[in-house]
């Protein structure tokens, strides 16, 4: 009998980020708030024998995935930690933009870690996935956490906040930024203030709390997220950048109607919701 599974995997905005160190290993300390929206990728997966993974890319955006990323990586990752002898077929139906600091790659791995481990009966529980998935990026343990967060640390300190609901705009210019550019460049500001969560909590509009220090050296090395902040201020919108870029957003009201049209060519935006939880949080252990 043929074993199939068909999961979704959100993005991410980063409310905020603010980098308050560097470890001895290069990664950098960071605060931020982690809020999934429901602008997702869908992965399917079929159980196959012999132990291969393999990945195609259905429909979906952008360029064209290299054969061994993240996903067929995480597969692999599970086979080595579980030392299951069951392979995989995914095909990946690509959604959220890459090069965005939208976190889909590591969306990606994490509902494929969630979705194998169900596959393949092998019932690991969360503690050895959110191992696994801290080797393969410092955003996937949020994605296999299950909820929207507070998050320290390289991104592996996540403690669970509850948000208000709200609308947002995200916006993706045709360029992007290399994340390792960014981090390591000098002219990045490592030293902002530690802030707490009950600050957060406490701020006049959760939405628009604090800053991205990553977005000044990302805006020199990709103009466009400079153009589109200034768009969104036309607008009458504050936006920020998420993550390491280029994509931006901004919260809007219910009822606000955002022009895109005015928007340059390659451009591409979408109006989001935030979600309160990750669709595959009751498939934790
Ligand atoms: O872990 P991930 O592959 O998402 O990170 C990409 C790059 O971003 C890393 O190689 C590192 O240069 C940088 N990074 C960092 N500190 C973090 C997260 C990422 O320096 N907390």
Redesign the pocket.
């Known amino acids: 009998m043929r074993q199939l599974l068909d999961v979704p995997a959100p993005a991410k905005l980063n409310l905020f980020l603010h980098i308050t160190g560097r470890r001895a290993d290069?990664?950098?300390l960071?605060q931020s708030v982690f809020m999934l929206i429901d602008w997702c990728d869908t992965l399917h997966f079929e159980r196959r024998a012999g132990g291969a993974i393999s990945r195609e890319d259905i429909g979906g955006s952008g360029p064209a995935l290299p054969a061994n990323d993240l996903v067929v990586r995480a597969a692999q990752a599970l086979q080595r930690a579980s030392g299951c002898e069951w392979g995989a077929h995914i095909a990946l139906d690509k959604q959220i933009p890459q090069e965005a600091g939208m976190g889909g790659g590591?969306s990606d791995a994490a509902s494929c870690l969630l979705a194998l481990n169900r596959l393949w009966g092998l019932d690991l529980p969360l503690e050895q996935l959110l191992q696994i998935g801290l080797q393969l990026?410092?955003?996937v343990p949020f994605f296999l956490g299950g909820d929207n967060a507070w998050v320290e640390g390289?991104?592996e300190q996540l403690t669970p906040v509850t948000l208000p609901a709200g609308n947002f705009i995200v916006l993706k210019p045709p360029t992007g930024a290399s994340?390792?550019k960014i981090?390591?460049s000098p002219a990045l500001k490592r030293d902002s203030l530690c802030s707490t969560m009950r600050d957060f909590v406490a701020s006049a509009s959760v939405f628009n709390y604090g800053h991205n220090d990553l977005q000044p050296v990302a805006i020199n090395l990709c103009p466009d997220i400079k153009i589109g902040l200034d768009w969104l201020k036309n607008q009458n919108l504050s936006g920020t950048m998420t993550g390491s870029g280029s994509a931006l957003f901004a919260p809007t009201s219910q009822a606000s109607k955002v022009d895109i049209t005015t928007l340059p060519p390659g451009w591409i935006a979408r109006s989001c919701k935030n979600l309160f939880e990750h669709p595959l949080k009751q498939w934790r252990k």
Do not use: K, N, R
Request: aromatic fraction near 14%.
């Open positions: 290069g990664y950098h960071l590591s990026g410092a955003d390289i991104g994340t390792p981090f390591q």
